[in-house]
């Protein structure tokens, strides 16, 4: 009988089944999984590991080293890590290319691979001119080492009595995200603490990723969150998915000749899919590659863009079934354009660095916040985020060439920098600016007051401190000057930051298509650069040639500078673009029949009132062609048209009509919403296939049965024909003379409605039908449509035949009203007789 | 001609289907089909109501049910027939052990109360019946049947010893009131087992009678009732528990109304093969109301002043009441092992009254939430076996405090052998969590298991690792999967 287990298990919680609790497991899987990996290229079975085995029991315990690699038990000196972690890795080969250690700064390898690495004591050493002790200052917090009087003493008890650190003193890990964003950007791994904006240094200001761009790596649901968020309890989706589903920072940017993620060669020959030669583990432990894998948002030669992109990891061909045009969306958008839809956090949208507080932090201009937060001094977001709205933000989509060298719509923030250059073109530092600006006791100079304190209350606000005339340049100038900035010259720089971080799932991600296919949409949607800019000063273009800045600045009345991306000549966007000209002559074309039509009406009903007042209506002709209802006479009918006829012609009545709706909400979505855009373009697309076959096989009947002569004008009379029948609509109609035209089962078109058919059914029907199927195939043979000048070309001929169409339909429509009745022609096509005037009978007996 | 008049209409009709059958054939299909377990809720009778049809006086709960069988005249045949009558289920086997069984609350122990067997007067104010207070209730007298613990809708009520209406209630009152079960009749005795509110299960107190969203998704988002999962038919419910039945039959399962795999995302829905709905969705229990999670039998018996009730009761002993249980994980196949009375103790360790069958290499076991209560209860130190107190009554522990003497009335109750040694052990039982789902947001997150200090001891569960970083489980292949070979 065991009385231990039950207490204890009730004591420690823990909270799976059978199982005694086991110490911290700090392990980290992946090593662990290196480390098998390696261990069987060595020939050493699995099993021999251990299996409880943590990162800290399998690093060896080891000696800490000065920079003479002596201990530092017997010399006291500061810790080397170059000579302690040398002793079995190469960091002369570390050093030389480690990115992280090229600044001048001395390799720091506990900052990264130490649990409990104490960064703010590291930063101190340093910031107190005690670079030497830096390294030994990131021990701190691990009870190695204590401070002591601007040095560090050494604890005993830590070292064993070989000298070596105790392993629970020290556990040595491949990089944390904690870790790689105690620097780079926001990360916040925890659950259940509810995520805050970090704190950071108002100035020198690390974190920048996050700041840049509002990105936040945390696997947290977005309302759980201590922000004050928009729509807070709508978003329940994490801030980024990659952390929820629990990858780490090295997962993507890993080790560059780490043999387990290593790429493909490109010397690779054809016929190998994978290559099995690669380093053994021992040798890649000796000499890790501390180029980490990246895009090509850094410029680092040739391990530019080594990380794997989204088409590494994910198929995209599986989950987009839904969208429409999926390849052609694929070449045209980066993934994070639809998967980082929105940003909930702050970002930089400006920074007045003209300007600065004492400690030389700049005013700044956030995006996607409301309220006093929007501006304010320095890049510490803590306090301020805190209790403030915050609204988020739409990226900007800009044309970005990525590491494949494709050009895709990727989102970006731009972020606008107000600053002094000197004459070599570089920024004047804040301190530098603030120096200018204030005396030593941190007041502001009195000649610079004087330019600035416009309400002359002897300082300066918040409002006031911000350079507007062209007396506070040219006085800040001068100040500026006078501490030795060589030719002070105001400036503006406007760089894009591309946003790869913050993504999520298909469920969050953009599927309403009128977000981009509609007249105002995010393709081109005007961004503010700067909520006020300064006089004069326009921004110039920076960051990476990468991402294209193509568009227009324009500095509003409203004091706000604004920028409007132009999107590429060869992004033709339904629903979005359109060609001006062609939709005025088109709407004019429309108008200008439905004006005439309107006209010639007006003109015969007045006719018509104006025979039946005269009593002279009853007999004859009197009647054709007015609107004043059933003829005189004994009316007889005749069977004017095949049952067939009329089925072809009313589905293609209907189809058109179907084509000319949909079409209009596929052109104007913002305007028309009948269908929904998608439901649109796919019904469009469906019922233009069945015009296509109906014309087709109303074609085949016509040639078969001969009916096509109906169509053909005969060479002799035509002329004369036609100029009957204009004469006749023009005047005969409203005198009540006969139509000119007899019409009958063999001959049912006057001249003017075969001229027109055939203008119709060999023009504008192929031009519809040719740039109909182009623009649907547009994903199939992109190669064809760029022959034909691409959508930009097809999309505006296609509109313009729609127009025409439309105005057709609407003469056509109103011509069947000048029959012997105005319904006459319509019920022929309904019910196939047609009924004739007795006179018109009587002269063709 | 008459039929070229009316050609139109045939012309009207193909035009309208060349147009709409395209659209509707290419058209690409509806997403397979979407979640939507309201299809499967049955309707709610309407209900009659009674007030005429039972006018009333009655004298005692008999005569109510009397009045019920003019009309419904099988009813009482159908209650017999239900657990909630004979507190027994259909003969089943029992790991080591020969033959079946009939188990039930009647005949087994836990390591609450122990024992029903020679408390019936303080146990069966839960029963479904009139006056079972010893073990000469007579199960066959269809008058005994009592129609208003699960119809009554007065909220009036309620029931005391032996199970007969408590003194002072409205019979006639409540007679007139009924209609279908309530979460108020239901959660009159399962929201209140073990003696208490939220006591036993750590899923059912009541909190649930009007629940928020985010105490029970089903009840206070959509406002369904028990019976709306536990479909009743012929008064026979579904639904059982481990706790006295080892067989999974009649189970309510969520896939009675939800998709098995009903998430978009493919990853979560590649979980559940493995992993019961009920693991992530029921986060933890006990969220309104603290549960017993640990009951000390032995320390009963001594004066404590001012000892706080939920933790020290004379008649009991110590208790320990969790609030926002996080619940223990294990594998579970939907049946489980049963201590049965005079099977011999666990030679080590404590003694599990249910164990969950399952077991990583089982291709029907899914990891599971379940309240562990673990107890400290009297046991036979000659013949190893648990004992049956009789604790309530004259002469009973809860009387005179005198454990030999408690065990000897039970004894010749139960029939259980007694040495006249007695000690206390170690026991564990085996609640599974299936109410107080969380709405979706608050299912777990991925990095609650997945990561260094996740909630789930994956070495514990039979796995080499995290199976993100190691792999999933690999089953064994089930016999009929390879006959099928």
Redesign the interface.
């Known amino acids: 009988m065991t009385k231990i287990t039950f207490r204890d298990a009730l004591a420690s919680g823990h909270r799976a089944l059978g199982q005694p609790v086991s110490g911290a497991a700090a392990l980290r899987h992946r090593t662990l999984v290196q480390l098998a990996f390696g261990a069987l290229a060595l020939g050493v079975p699995l099993a021999l590991w251990p299996a409880a085995a943590t990162a800290g029991e399998l690093h060896p315990s080891f000696p800490l080293l000065d920079e003479s690699g002596v201990s530092v038990l017997e010399s006291a000196n500061a810790v080397s890590p170059a000579r302690t972690c040398g002793t079995c890795h190469d960091t002369n080969y570390i050093a030389s290319q480690d990115s992280h250690a090229t600044s001048g700064a001395a390799l720091d390898c506990f900052l990264c691979h130490l649990a409990g690495a104490d960064d703010d004591a590291r930063k101190d050493a340093i910031a107190s001119g005690n670079q030497r002790w830096a390294a030994t200052a990131t021990l701190s917090s691990t009870g190695i080492v204590r401070a002591e009087d601007g040095t560090y003493a050494y604890s005993p008890e830590a070292f064993d009595a070989q000298g070596n650190v105790r392993r629970s003193f020290l556990s040595v890990q491949d990089p944390t995200s904690d870790a790689c964003g105690s620097c780079h950007g926001t990360v916040e791994l925890d659950l259940e603490t509810p995520f805050l904006w970090p704190e950071v240094d108002p100035v020198t200001a690390p974190k920048w990723s996050s700041l840049q761009t509002g990105q936040v790596f945390s696997p947290q649901p977005m309302n759980e969150s201590g922000l004050n968020l928009r729509e807070k309890g709508r978003l329940t989706r994490t801030w980024d998915v990659h952390a929820e589903r629990r990858l780490d920072c090295v997962d993507c940017h890993y080790s560059t000749n780490n043999p387990i993620y290593r790429r493909v060669s490109s010397v690779r020959p054809d016929h190998l899919r994978f290559d099995a030669r690669r380093i053994e583990l021992g040798e890649y432990l000796r000499r890790p590659s501390h180029i980490l894998a990246h895009g090509v948002e850094v410029e680092a030669g040739d391990t530019e863009g080594t990380m794997r992109d989204c088409g590494t990891c994910h198929d995209s061909s599986v989950g987009h079934d839904w969208l429409p045009y999926a390849e052609r969306h694929f070449t045209h958008l980066s993934c994070a354009a639809c998967h980082v839809p929105d940003m909930h956090a702050p970002a930089l949208a400006a920074v007045d660095a003209t300007v600065a507080r004492a400690d030389g932090a700049p005013r700044i201009h956030l995006r996607g916040v409301e309220g006093p937060a929007a501006d304010q001094w320095g890049y510490d977001l803590s306090t301020s985020i805190a209790s403030t709205y915050v609204s988020g933000y739409q990226p900007t989509l800009l044309p970005r060439v990525e590491a494949d060298g494709t050009t895709r719509l990727a989102p970006h923030n731009l972020v606008t920098t107000y600053r002094w250059i000197d004459t070599n073109g570089a920024e004047v530092p804040g301190t530098t600016v603030a120096a200018a600006l204030y005396d030593g006791a941190g007041r502001p100079k009195p000649s610079i007051l004087a330019l600035f304190d416009a309400d002359g209350n002897g300082t300066w606000s918040d409002t006031e401190l911000r350079i507007s005339t062209d007396a506070q340049k040219s006085g800040v100038a001068n100040a500026l000057a006078a501490t030795g900035v060589a030719g002070p010259k105001l400036d503006a720089l406007t760089v894009p930051y591309s946003i790869t971080h913050g993504v999520t799932t298909g469920r969050w991600a953009l599927r309403d298509c009128k977000q981009c296919h509609e007249e105002n949409s995010r393709i081109d949607r005007a961004v503010v650069l700067a909520t006020s800019g300064l006089p004069g000063i326009d921004p110039t273009f920076g960051g990476d040639a990468r991402t294209s800045l193509a568009g227009t600045i324009r500095n509003d009345a409203d004091g706000q500078v604004r920028f409007s991306p132009e999107p590429r000549p060869e992004t033709y966007v339904l629903g979005k673009h359109a060609n001006v000209v062609v939709n005025r002559i088109g709407l004019l074309s429309v108008l200008g029949v439905i004006l005439g039509i309107g006209v010639h009406a007006l003109a015969r009903v007045i006719k018509t009132r104006m025979s039946s007042t005269n009593g002279t209506a009853a007999h004859g002709h009197e009647s054709h062609g007015g609107l004043a209802g059933s003829a005189g006479g004994a009316a007889k009918s005749v069977y004017m048209y095949s049952a067939y006829e009329r089925f072809w012609h009313w589905l293609q009545a209907a189809a058109i009509f179907f084509l000319l709706v949909t079409g209009l909400e596929i052109h104007f979505p913002g305007t028309f919403r009948i269908l929904g855009f998608e439901l649109a373009v796919r019904s469009h697309n469906i019922i233009a296939f069945v015009v296509v076959l109906n014309a087709a096989l109303a074609a085949f009947f016509h040639f078969a049965s001969g009916e096509i002569r109906q169509f053909l004008p005969e060479p002799q009379g035509f002329f004369r024909g036609a100029i009957l029948q204009i004469r006749y609509y023009l005047f005969g109609i409203f005198r009540g003379e006969p139509h000119p035209f007899e019409k009958n089962p063999n001959q049912k078109m006057n001249a003017l409605q075969q001229v027109t058919y055939l203008a119709i059914l060999n023009l504008l029907l192929p031009l519809q039908i040719g740039t109909g199927l182009l623009i649907w195939g547009a994903q199939r043979w992109s190669t064809v449509d760029s022959v034909f000048g691409g959508l930009g070309v097809l999309g505006p001929i296609h509109a313009l035949g729609a127009w025409l169409f439309a105005a057709f339909l609407v003469v056509h429509m109103y011509l069947t009203t000048t029959g012997p009745t105005p319904t006459a022609y319509v019920k022929a096509m309904v019910t196939g007789w047609e009924e004739e005037p007795a006179t018109h009978l009587a002269t063709e007996n | 001609m008459n039929a ?2 009316h ?2 209409i ?3 009709f ?3 289907a ?2 709409a059958l ?2 509707l054939f ?3 299909g509806e ?1 397979p089909k979407a979640d939507n377990p309201w299809e499967k809720i049955p309707p709610h009778r309407p209900q009659t109501n009674h007030a005429a049809l039972l006018p009333g006086p009655f004298e005692d709960g008999p005569a109510v049910t009397r009045a019920c069988l003019e009309c419904h005249e099988d009813a009482a045949f159908e209650v017999m027939a239900t657990a909630h009558w004979t507190w027994e289920g259909e003969p089943v086997r029992v790991d080591g052990h020969p033959g079946t069984y009939k188990l039930g609350k009647k005949n087994l122990i836990n390591n609450f109360c122990i024992s029903v067997q020679s408390n019936w007067p303080g146990c069966t104010s839960c029963h479904a019946g009139y006056g079972w207070k010893d073990e000469n209730f007579d199960f066959s007298n269809t008058e005994l049947v009592d129609c208003l613990v699960c119809h009554d809708h007065s909220g009036t009520y309620a029931k005391s010893k032996g199970g007969l209406p408590a003194e002072g209630v409205d019979l006639a009152a409540a007679a007139q009131s009924v209609g279908g079960p309530t979460r108020e009749t239901c959660g009159g005795c399962h929201f209140k087992g073990g003696g208490g509110d939220a006591v036993k299960h750590g899923d059912l107190d009541t909190s649930l009678m009007n629940p928020p969203e985010r105490v029970d998704v089903h009840m206070g988002k959509v406002g369904l009732v028990c019976v709306d999962c536990h479909w009743t038919e012929k008064h026979e419910m579904k639904g059982r528990s481990i706790s006295v039945s080892v067989d999974d039959r009649n189970q309510v399962s969520c896939s009675d109304c939800h998709l098995p795999k009903p998430h ?4 979560i829905n590649l979980h559940a093969d493995a992993v019961a709905c009920q693991t992530c969705h029921i986060p933890e229990v006990a969220l309104r109301e603290r549960t017993k ?2 009951w000390d039998w032995s320390k009963a018996g001594e004066d404590r002043e001012n000892a706080d009730p939920h933790e020290y009761l004379k008649i009991k002993g110590e208790f ?1 009441m969790q609030a926002n249980l ?5 594998w579970f196949d939907g049946t489980a092992s049963r201590y049965l009375m005079g099977d011999k103790i666990a030679e ?3 003694t599990v009254l249910n164990q969950p069958h399952g077991d990583i290499g089982d291709p029907s076991s899914k990891i599971w939430p ?1 309240k ?1 209560h ?1 107890g400290k209860q009297v046991y036979d130190e000659v013949y190893k076996t648990l004992l049956v107190p009789q604790t309530v009554g004259e002469g009973g522990y809860w009387d005179k405090f005198d454990w030999d003497q408690a065990l000897r009335m039970g004894s010749s109750k139960t029939g259980l052998a007694y040495s006249g040694d007695y000690g206390f ?2 026991t564990e039982m085996f609640w599974p969590l299936t109410h107080m789902v969380a709405p979706k ?1 608050s299912a777990l ?4 298991c ?4 996740g ?3 994956w ?3 039979g796995y ?3 199976p ?3 792999g999933g489980r690999k089953v064994r292949q089930s016999a009929a999967a390879v006959e099928g070979r």
Do not use: N
């Open positions: 070229r008049k050609s139109w045939g012309i009207l193909l035009v309208g060349a147009i395209p659209l290419m058209t690409p997403k978009e995302d493919e990853r999670v640990h320990i996080e619940p223990e994980y294990t080590s360790g404590p379940f562990v673990r052990i170690e947001e997150q991925c990095t609650q997945h990561s260094e200090d909630i789930l001891d070495k514990a569960l080499e690792g995290d993100i970083d190691w």
